[in-house]
């Protein structure tokens, strides 16, 4: 006698493994293939779902943003210390690179656009090409890389850290909301920053390649004509999407930075965070530009 | 709040371990307004845990924590925060924002959660620093104090704007001896206008002057939160 219960009949039947190996028949060709391809599809759709993770989250926490600064009482006194603070920041600390990329910019695409148009017998159309290429689709990407180098990175630093260090806890410990306090500001803070600087940014770079191609010859006008025809070749519309654009470089710049801030995971470090949230920053930068171009 | 509810209650409170690490037993715990409960804990972060539990930062398995009368796990965020901030807390570790200057930092709850005037809450603020041995208000970052100096500033941090809980995790090995009874005295005032304490404590001798105002004692071991007699 062993203590070996007898095996019921049906277990003693030859069993088939299906994830075995490839079989001849369709569907263990299909199990065989999908074995194969499975790891390629499991990471494809590992990226595909962070990607939209974090468009979601964009979304989400803009709607957010905007809804709370809607509320009196979402604008307490740390928040608005913070506001003015990172806007300080955000103007103090781009201000310079501002003006000088707007004067390289202007040196090269005002005297090289006055330069050519004149060459081409095209002079009159000089206000016109300066504000469609320099102060409508150039400006606002500069503006954005430069408010992502210099404040952005800085946010999303500042903010990943004290959310890997316990800060972010802390502070919900003492009942201080987090999106209130740092990410509505902040954003708020590079919306208002956005147009400041897009606007600082556009006026150096007509005026330094005015002074660039006066200089030269390239244009023989008075700055009162220079700047009246490129005001003249403005329609309606530049008039509202240039703004625009400046406002919403900011605001989601600003709002990027934040949100890849405060979701940073416990296995992140410097190394990781920096790389992904410029990324990222860029990306909204872009996709803020090309949805303009295409609508108009 | 209704007169002679419990000010802290934690009923047959079960918290998730994913989330806290703390073991999902059953924790009961009865704080009265005025009443000062002395948590015996080793383990810092355990404590530190405890008290995330205690200010409804951690979701309950099972059971329900009720803060002056409202339970943590029916409210929205808004009045999350707002309950939160009727707790003054003291934190060990990773409390202090290198953003502001500390005195900002101890006055943001405050600043962050009342109308109050703000030279009223600095006048507070400063009254309170001159107790624990400032001479103002510490106004540089706190990266650049002491530990004995932050120990201060978070003793000023729990005890300004009048909470009605106290959540003190145990500071005693930074906090000046002369500041000891300071703090004592700032406890028992803020016991005897109605405000309950949740005082976590590493050794006997952190408390053992306050041993005789002390209602309620108990341990938090690894295994759970056991009563302890109150000598």
Known sequence: MTDTPPLAPDHTAPQTNPFSGPQPDDAGRFVHLLRRFAP?????????????????????????????????????????????????????????????????????????????????????????????????????????????????MLSLTEIGMMVLGGEVRALQARGIDPFLALVMPRTFAFTLGGFTLGMIFAVVSLLMGFVIA???????????????????????????????????VGFFVGLGSCISGLTVSSNDTMATIMPRGFARGIMLVLVVNVLFMLDF | MTANAPLLELRDAVPSFEESGLMPAPYNLRIMPGECAVIDCRDFERAAMFADLCSGMISLTQGSIKFMGLDWSTLRDRQLNALRGRIGRISRSSSWLNLFGTHLNIMLPHLYHTTDPFDRVVLSATELGHRFGFPGLPTSTPDRLSGADLARAACVRAFVGRPDLLVLEDISDTLPEEN?????????????RGCGVLWFVRSAAAWHEYRKAVNIHMRLLDEGLFPMRVV
Not at chain 1, 220 to 248: Q, R
């Open chain 1, 40 to 152: 390629w599809l499991a990471a494809i759709g590992r990226l595909t779902r962070h990607q939209i993770r974090f468009t979601l989250l964009v979304i989400g926490a803009g709607w957010g943003t905007i809804r709370e600064s809607l509320r009196p009482n979402s604008w307490r006194r740390p928040v608005i210390y913070e506001f003015r603070a990172s806007l300080r920041q955000v103007v103090s600390g781009g201000f310079l690179s501002i003006v000088v990329t707007a004067t390289l910019t202007g040196l090269m695409v005002v005297s090289q656009a006055a330069y050519w148009l004149g060459f081409a017998g095209m002079a009159q159309m000089t206000g016109s090409i300066l504000v469609s290429v320099l102060v409508r689709e150039i400006s606002p990407i500069l503006v954005g890389i430069i408010l992502m180098g210099r404040s952005g």
């Open chain 1, 214 to 248: 006066h200089s030269t010859g390239a244009i023989t006008t008075s700055v009162w004509t220079f700047f009246f025809n490129v005001l003249a070749a403005m329609t309606t519309w530049d008039y509202l999407i240039i703004p625009l654009k400046f406002v919403l």
């Open chain 2, 180 to 192: 000891i009874l300071p703090f004592l005295e700032m406890m028992t005032a803020a016991r005897d």
